[in-house]
């Protein structure tokens, strides 16, 4: 992809491009600060995507690049969408890789490309651990009632606990 650069509207002394990068294309009235300096993304809060702060009239705006890259290259964001990065890498801001969708498409791709995981304990509603669920198999010995005793011990219910010793639920660690 050639590298192309568009001034940001909202904030003019700076400018994007296709390849994810920010600049400064006004020298600041205060500070320091070059022409053509390229900004430095950071993380912020602990977050998973790159941010750049800018600064119009002496108000600071910070965006993260992915938004600010999609806002200006394909338009500002339609009402009940979100950003998406296609390959799933959060830190790759290109053009070529960002589309709007909808939170629940951006969820299912989350789910498809492994960024999100439904299994075991990662699922949210999940009321077993793994710990759990081995100490059950490893106990199970198919007595009667063993079952209602273990649902009742786990604060699950009796078909819970019959998927688990079944492997129907909690598969994966079958391997184990």
Request: aromatic content about 8%; hydrophobic content about 35%.
């Amino acid at each position: 992809m050639i590298e192309q650069w568009k001034v940001i509207q909202s904030h003019p002394d700076y400018a994007v491009s296709n390849c994810g990068a920010v600049k400064r294309i006004v020298k600041p009235k205060r500070g320091r600060g070059r022409i053509g300096a390229l900004l430095k993304p950071r993380i912020p809060g602990g977050g998973a995507y790159p941010a750049v702060a800018l600064s119009c009239e002496g108000e600071v705006t910070n965006w993260y690049v992915h938004r600010l890259v999609a806002h200006v290259f394909i338009g500002p964001c339609p009402e009940g969408r979100e950003v998406n990065h296609i390959d799933g890498n959060k830190q790759n801001p290109r053009l070529d890789n960002l589309e709007y969708v909808t939170r629940s498409g951006n969820m299912r791709h989350a789910f498809r490309t492994g960024l999100l995981s439904r299994e075991g304990a990662l699922n949210s509603k999940a009321l077993l651990t793994e710990d759990d669920v081995l100490a059950i198999r490893s106990e199970y010995t198919g007595a009667y009632g063993q079952c209602a005793s273990f649902a009742s011990r786990y604060g699950v219910s009796h078909a819970a606990i019959q998927d688990v010793v079944h492997g129907r639920n909690w598969a994966h660690l079958l391997a184990v």
